[in-house]
């Protein structure tokens, strides 16, 4: 017994990522979306055609990452004109800053310039969360959690996921905000004490994603709160919401 | 099926799955029949109902009804017609089996249809928040809901299943808000209400608990906040690509599982055959994400009895499973990779070494910690006996996939109706009685054992140079045809259905997650429980809370 115990400890050995700021996930990996300028305008035809989402649209073309399910049809019908690069870091703190025009190609940053002061000076040091599924497929929750895990352990920089809106300093929302959940969201969010956060962790929370135009959601709330941070992702993985919410709060 | 000997009109029986049929070849019976053979077959604790739904076609409501041996490979479909306007008034099922409860409630949300003598006619999944009266505040109103629930109480624990006794139906949906919760009076009987939202980072669903102490009396589960009308989407986007990535997202935990059991449906009716390399590719995408969830579900149990060592080497090596997966087709849960008629991602050599070089890695790792979780005295004691649903309760409730076979019911589509390279292999099922959390527990080891064999003979077997092709979204389907497709997703069985329409569109959509009778173990499980014991029975099941509300 004691020697089983000991060898699952050395086996285990160390699990977390050392440097979630310089982690990088392997090549294959569905981030960052690149588009190509040799694209053709019959294969930016098809790209917008077989987009399942509308995520990609013409004049000018561009990629809206807040729709894009990452399915990566585009790629394989454009013989890889519009290619998706593993860089993680996907999130961004203006909607505009999701949108991926012909030839651009760097990492996607927040704008410091627009976050509030008191977000910085607040939650700076620590944060906590509140997360509310409103809709959500349970991928996007299962990768939250595993922001807490041994692997990724967010708990480092202090973040944590709270079991209170009380004890929150902010929201995180997953899904497309189905009607059922459409008022316990409001009375969450109005729960949780101001200075206050909202962010919106996968494309099915910033845009509705596949669900968009289901009469079945209540997208409402998302015009009456301004989201401080939007994660991209289907769902986003760990790393794209750690190093989200650390460019947001101004961490190293 | 000896026991069609005596029928009037011949059956519909199949042994394939997934199977199409035109709609003027399903049989159609006038409803006193209907209820009869439905009687005559689940009389055999064998056979249980795979789907039981409506369809509108133009005047007329057309009731599927497909029950499934667990024995053989048989799969029966039967049908009657109402007249769609005025809904109809029928005799009700659940008087003779109470696993169509659930079936009969969803029919009579979705299409008005009363159902005489249905003990238990409550909403599934409607907008029952609308009326401004929210959960949080619907407290105060509970007791008022009246309609015979105070009597319903004593013999709730008596009763198997609990529903032959309550005595109440709503005549509308109206009169369900605030939502009618049962209540048990009596000296010392408090409620407790959770949810929707829970104290942790998972889905919304919403729980009261009528108690004596800190014992459970009864639990009533109302779930229907992730509805986010995911059938009549299917319906809607026309794009091969658009229902595949709605598939995928119907539970995200089973991307992979609900993704075949849609393919092979639209496979089925679009005649595409998949080669046996695409298969083989899916069945081990499948069994990953089993595996991947097993070992989660191993640490998310050490966690709730606050055994943080089996929790954190369980959560590493879930870690691994997921991300080779990833490193196959570039997403941790397996999205992207199952498609119809081909797949993106052909499985090379170079992957298939990676898998069995990491499958190894976890298997050995995997088997020591649970070496070590199954021998702890601390850890057996919080796990056995607790949440015991027995064989008997299981089959009554229609119980499917690991909430069945943890209670000696074997109940497995990879076995009794094979799909994809299941056909090609004798699937074995594991079975243990025991229907306690120690059993759920067990049962997730042993399978994924299983798993990782029947991983390495696939990978071992098959020639994965060869045959493989893009996938296919350019598919058409045959007019006016019912077909359905079963799958075996790490929860269990999964059913998607489909009715064409003339022109050979999609006209219904039909979604059935094994969640939808399992949620019934759950809230058997707890009676008798302290209510501390609830969170280890909830995750014991691990339930879809999006795949039950769709």
Known sequence: ?252 | MTLFHHFTISPFMVTSNPFVVPLADVPVLAYPEFVNKIKELTADERCHCVTYHAVPLGAVLKFFCCIASDHNHGLILLSHEQQATPPPSLESLTLHHPSFHMYEREISEQWGVQFEGHPWMKPVRSHFMDAGCGMQDAGCGMQDAGCGMQDAGCGMQDAGCGMQDAGYRMQDLASCVPYPFYSIEGEGIHEVGVGPIHAGVIEPGYFRFCCKGEKVLHLEIQLGFQHKGIEKLFIVKRSGIQRAVLAESIAGDTAVGHSIAHVQLMEALAGIRPSETLQAERIIALEMERIAVHIGDTAALCTDIAYQFGQVVNEALRTIVINTTQSWCGNRFGKGLIRTGGSHYPLTRELADLYLANLKEVEERYNQITREIFTNPSVLSRFEGIGKVSAHQAGLIGAVGMAARSSGVKRDIRSSHPFQAFSKINYEPVTLHQGDVWARAMLRKLEVEKSLQLIRDLIRGTDFQNNHTAPQYDYTLPVSSFALSLAEGWRGEIMHSAVTDEEGNILHYKVKDPSFHNWMALALAVRNQEISDFPLCNKSYNLSYCGNDL
């Not at chain 1, 905000?177 to 009375?187: R, T």
């Open chain 1, 1 to 252: 017994m004691a020697l089983n115990f000991i060898s699952i400890f050395r086996r285990h050995g160390r699990q977390y990522v050392k440097d979630l700021r310089k982690a990088v996930i392997p090549e294959g990996f569905r981030g960052r979306p690149v588009i190509s300028m040799e694209i053709t305008p019959a294969e930016e035809k098809v790209a917008e055609m077989l987009c399942p989402t509308g995520a990609i649209t013409s004049g000018p073309f561009r990629l809206d990452l807040g729709k894009c399910e990452f399915c990566m049809e585009c790629c394989f019908a454009t013989a890889g004109k519009i290619r998706f690069t593993n860089d993680h870091r996907l999130a961004a703190n203006l909607r505009e800053g999701l949108l991926i025009r012909k030839g651009e190609d760097k990492t996607i940053r927040i704008n410091p310039e627009l976050v509030g002061k008191e977000i910085r000076s607040f939650f700076g040091h620590a944060l906590r969360l509140r997360q509310v599924s409103a809709g959500g497929d349970n991928s996007a929750e299962l990768e939250l959690n595993a922001c807490g895990n041994v692997n990724f352990d967010m708990g480092r920089y202090g973040i944590e996921f709270v079991a209170s809106p009380r004890h929150a300093d902010g929201l995180v929302i997953t899904g497309p905000i189905s009607g059922n959940m459409a008022e316990a969201l409001q009375i969450c969010y109005d729960a949780v004490p101001t200075p206050k956060i909202v962010i919106l962790a996968g494309t099915a929370a910033i845009s509705g994603g596949i669900f968009e135009n289901s009469p079945d959601l209540i997208r409402s709330f998302i015009g009456t709160v301004k989201p401080d941070l939007y994660v991209p992702g289907n769902p986003p993985h760990p790393l794209t919401f750690i190093n989200g919410v650390l460019d947001l709060t101004g961490r190293k």
